[in-house]
């Protein structure tokens, strides 16, 4: 048995090859989970391993008590972990990861944390904390100033619950040391990620204090930026048979597909590392290709959890095996999401989208459905609304984008029944308005959640797609309404 380390020269596994005592900590890094380890922190090792980039090394911050097991985790392997990439044929390839040089835990130490964002040599702060995790209105995409996390953290800045009271008192700090301030990097599945927290730092600074508000609008870049790579959550059967196979213990190793892609736009006043040169694309407006991604990708991920999870199914690529499902797909990308996108400059659309289709159904992922359906309520309120409203403005069919609404009332529905294993129930902090509005007498309650719908339950056409769509789905079942719909 090999522990992990800077090498496994038993096993075969390429490890960091770089002197990781010379390296220096340039980026901070909020929400460090599997999707950050198998993408930013992948791309700056595979820089290190170029011998460039080791003043650009991660510093992972949890916010969260959950964050406490990866603190423990990271704490006893030196912060290092294995990537191990699925291949469709099922092989695998791990490898060592080293980039991430040090994790701290805001809760035992939120100074430690406030001093690494004071430091001169981080440039960069990046996050990772989930659609949700804006503080943002799902509906309306306005800042919440009334969640109770945001007021917590105005009055306790010395121990925050959110990764946007550090960034906002890390900033103040900063300008009060006269530090030019560090560049803010979302790389969360967001519409215009950079924007959206742009909105929610300056909201937040300005509960805080107006002119540190004033001073970030003016002062701060807010790159956006487009992520992908399909990572799902670690299991005990990774660390199981990275242990038999390769040798290495590892506590969180991060399952990963072989595809991967991060386009980025190119603003960073304090500089950033030479990302350009293992395959990151630097770009002036990464906006079209990341509603591409948002509209095709994401919106396609809710529809396998709400049509799969009440046929049976359970994981991702078996659920790609229903040819109906399949097709539904197919339809929906081309039909109703391909159309709101616009001007894709260098994109093969059709390509890209046969692309996505074997993504899913690659059988060495072994994704969730459960994972897909998490946090569902800010997901359909960021991936399919939009294209909906989109269709509605220009008088295009919103037939399979109401299905995929309805297939998720009626999942909602099944749970309020007792219908599904409680291992497969999300998490979602909307659980009980969703359950109740799914249960209602009224199958339009669902599109009355104003936090998720605002306005959209008043539109007609949609509303009576909906219910169409609803009662087709309780009345005959996922696959008999699939058949009707897509006219098999």
Request: glycine share 12%; net charge positive; proline share 7%.
């Given at each position: 048995m090999t522990a992990l380390t800077t090498t496994a020269p038993d096993a075969g596994v390429p490890s960091p090859t770089y002197d990781r005592t010379t390296a220096t900590v340039g980026i901070v890094h909020f929400g460090f989970g599997n999707f950050h380890r198998s993408h930013q922190a992948m791309y700056l090792d595979r820089l290190m391993e170029r011998g460039e980039g080791l003043d650009w090394g991660i510093c992972g911050v949890g916010v969260l008590p959950q964050d406490a097991a990866m603190r423990d985790a990271m704490r006893a392997q030196d912060c290092l972990f294995t990537l191990v990439v699925r291949h469709p044929d099922g092989s695998l390839e791990p490898r060592v990861v080293g980039s991430v040089l040090e994790y701290l835990y805001g809760p035992e130490d939120a100074e430690a944390v406030y001093a690494r964002l004071c430091d001169p040599a981080v440039r960069i702060v990046s996050l990772t904390v989930t659609e949700g995790g804006y503080l943002k209105n799902a509906a309306t995409g306005a800042f919440d100033a009334t969640d109770d996390a945001v007021v917590h953290d105005v009055d306790h800045l010395e121990n925050p619950r959110t990764a946007f009271a550090y960034v906002v008192e890390g900033l103040r700090r900063r300008r009060a040391a006269g530090l030019e301030p560090f560049t803010v990097l979302s790389c969360d599945n967001l519409q215009g990620n950079g924007e959206v927290c742009r909105q929610t730092v300056t909201g937040f600074a300005r509960l805080v204090d107006p002119a540190l508000a004033d001073w970030i609008e003016a002062s701060v870049a807010f790159p956006n930026c487009m992520v992908d790579r399909i990572t799902p959550a670690t299991t005990d059967a990774d660390r199981e048979s990275l242990l038999a196979d390769f040798g290495i213990e590892d506590r969180w190793p991060v399952p990963a597909e072989p595809f991967t892609q991060w386009i980025v736009e190119d603003e960073f006043p304090l500089g950033r590392p030479a990302l350009e040169e293992v395959d990151v694309q630097f770009v002036d407006d990464v906006k079209p290709y990341e509603l591409m991604k948002l509209r095709l990708?994401?919106?396609?991920?809710?529809?396998?959890?709400?049509?799969?999870?009440?046929v049976g199914y359970t994981l991702v690529d078996e659920t790609m095996r229903d040819e109906r499902i399949r097709s539904y797909l197919e339809r929906y990308m081309a039909d109703e999401a391909a159309p709101t996108l616009g001007e894709l400059p260098g994109i093969d659309l059709p390509g890209y989208m046969a692309t996505l289709l074997e993504r899913f159904a690659n059988p060495g992922i072994r994704d969730t459905l459960v994972r897909l359906a998490t946090d569902g309520a800010n997901r359909m309120a960021t991936f399919t609304l939009p294209a909906v409203r989109a269709n509605l403005e220009?008088?295009?069919?919103?037939?399979?984008?109401?299905?995929?609404?309805?297939a998720w009332a009626e999942y909602w529905a099944l749970i309020a029944r007792g219908g599904l294993p409680e291992s497969e129930i999300p998490p979602e902090v909307h659980a009980r308005a969703l359950r109740d509005a799914a249960s209602d007498d009224d199958p339009a309650a669902f599109l009355r959640i104003e936090a998720v719908f605002g306005d959209l339950a008043d539109d007609e056409r949609f509303r009576d797609e909906f219910l169409r769509m609803r009662s087709a789905l309780a009345a005959e079942g996922v696959p008999a309404t699939l058949d009707e719909v897509l006219g098999g």
């Open positions: 990708l994401n919106a396609s991920h809710q529809a396998l959890a709400y049509l799969g999870a009440p220009a008088g295009r069919p919103v037939t399979l984008g109401a299905l995929m609404v309805a």
